[in-house]
T-cell receptor, first 112, second 114 residues
Framework: RKEVEQDPGPFNVPEGATVAFNCTYS??????FFWYRQDCRKEPKLLMS???SGNEDGRFTAQLNRASQYISLLIRDSKLSDSATYLC?????????????FGSGTRLQVQP | DGGITQSPKYLFRKEGQNVTLSCEQN?????MYWYRQDPGQGLRLIYY???????QKGDIAEGYSVSREKKESFPLTVTSAQKNPTAFYLC?????????????FGPGTRLTVT
């Protein structure tokens, strides 16, 4: 089983739509969680951290369910510029390796 | 401007040659990382370093070597022992204090070995 699993997509949605991505992680002791965005042939960029209580940044909402080991990202009012691959990222446990684990990403294509 | 630089952006080498990829950061981050990304795939961790003069193997360290002599620099050498070196190589750095682990990436180096 992969440490971080995501649906690879692609998700093809029209402009203005709401779209949600999910991610599951295998290590229940993981301490930190993030969503990154990666444009084609570019480096990943931090989109937002994910907190236990859920958090919002403009059109983006992230949620964490520790009991189910599940992270989600909701994008409202999709823009053409949101087209990218979204990477679910899980942070280290207290005892384990001090490095992040990246999912393979979910590709989003927003269409006019 | 603070950030992470990687050079060169594109690198071409003949099979059997070692090649060193540069990574420099001026963010005053303690930790630095090297990843490899193949087309349509996720990031795989090669090596990481939490502090100067110390580094650990990641998931795919075979055929690679690193050094961390300065806080700002973490060069990666792709040796001739690496069987499939053609890939997109990404360097990242992060803070270590207060449990902050979010990483910031350089623009990457695309290595092609023929």
């Amino acid at each position: 089983r992969k440490e971080v699993e995501q649906d690879p997509g692609p998700f093809n949605v029209p402009e203005g739509a709401t779209v949600a991505f999910n991610c599951t992680y295998s290590n229940s002791a993981s301490q930190s969680f993030f969503w990154y965005r990666q444009d084609c042939r570019k480096e990943p960029k931090l989109l937002m951290s994910v907190y236990s209580s859920g958090n919002e940044d403009g059109r983006f909402t992230a949620q964490l369910n520790r009991a189910s080991q599940y992270i989600s990202l909701l994008i409202r009012d999709s823009k053409l510029s949101d087209s990218a691959t979204y990477l679910c990222v899980v942070g280290p446990t207290r005892e384990g390796r001090r490095a992040l684990t990246f999912g393979s990403g979910t590709r989003l294509q927003v269409q006019p | 401007d603070g950030g992470i630089t990687q050079s060169p952006k594109y690198l071409f080498r003949k099979e059997g040659q070692n090649v060193t990829l540069s990574c420099e950061q001026n963010l005053n981050h303690d930790a630095m990382y090297w990843y490899r990304q193949d087309p349509g795939q996720g990031l795989r961790l090669i090596y990481y370093s939490q502090i100067v003069n110390d580094f650990q193997k990641g998931d795919i360290a075979e055929g690679y070597s690193v050094s961390r002599e300065k806080k700002e620099s973490f060069p990666l050498t792709v040796t001739s022992a690496q069987k499939n070196p053609t890939a997109f190589y990404l360097c990242a750095s992060s803070r270590r204090d207060r449990g902050r682990y979010e990483q910031y990436f350089g623009p990457g180096t695309r290595l092609t070995v023929t």
